[in-house]
């Protein structure tokens, strides 16, 4: 048997049922537990701070979705223990359309709003006016340097989250022609 290589890079959401699963803070706040290493259905309930019965109704959507699966069982006392991992490194989640809500930076502003106040924190904002060209090479630097450290990330260490958006907003001449259709 070949070795295995661990889970593939992205998993594409695609469906209603996949797109339903990872809009939920919840499901976001296991999948998150388990972006590093395996757990059973105690131990992410123990880590998101749900009952074992919620935490395995959402592990359960989250496996039919596909986005989650079972990587190794055990027997405990008879009963058998299930460890579930994420089915890819990380998701790719469909452009939102015009308008659509980002779930992504909604997950992420809860995960921030959620946050130990008195923990260390960097956030900010700039403003930039860029060519296509620099948008293009920052966007590409960004993503270069979240791959990189995602390589670095050690499963021992507290988590770490890395949130970014570069985007061009909404001119106010943009804005009136989407209010006015």
């Known amino acids: 048997m070949p070795p295995d290589d661990g889970p593939p890079e992205t998993f594409r959401v695609t469906t209603d049922e996949q797109l339903r699963a990872v809009s939920s803070l919840t499901r976001h706040r296991i999948m998150a537990v388990l972006r590093f290493e395996p757990a059973t259905i105690t131990q992410i309930a123990d880590r998101v701070g749900l009952a074992k019965g919620s935490s395995s109704y959402h592990v359960r ?65 700039a403003h930039l006016r860029l060519t296509e060209e620099q948008f293009a090479e920052l966007g590409a630097r960004l993503q270069a340097l979240a791959d990189e450290y995602r390589e670095l990330s050690d499963p021992s260490l507290p988590d770490a989250s890395l949130v970014f958006a570069l985007f061009h907003p909404a001119t106010r001449h943009q804005q009136a022609k989407g209010d006015a259709k």
Request: glycine share 10%; net charge positive.
């Open 61 to 125: 959507l989250l496996e039919r979705a596909g986005l989650v699966k079972v990587v190794r069982t055990r027997k405990v006392r008879g009963v058998t223990e299930r460890y579930y991992a994420m089915a890819a490194r990380s998701i790719v989640l469909p452009d939102p359309g015009e308008g659509g809500p980002d779930v992504l930076m909604r997950h992420a502003v809860a995960d921030l709003e959620a946050a130990p106040a008195d923990g260390e924190r960097h956030v900010g904002m």
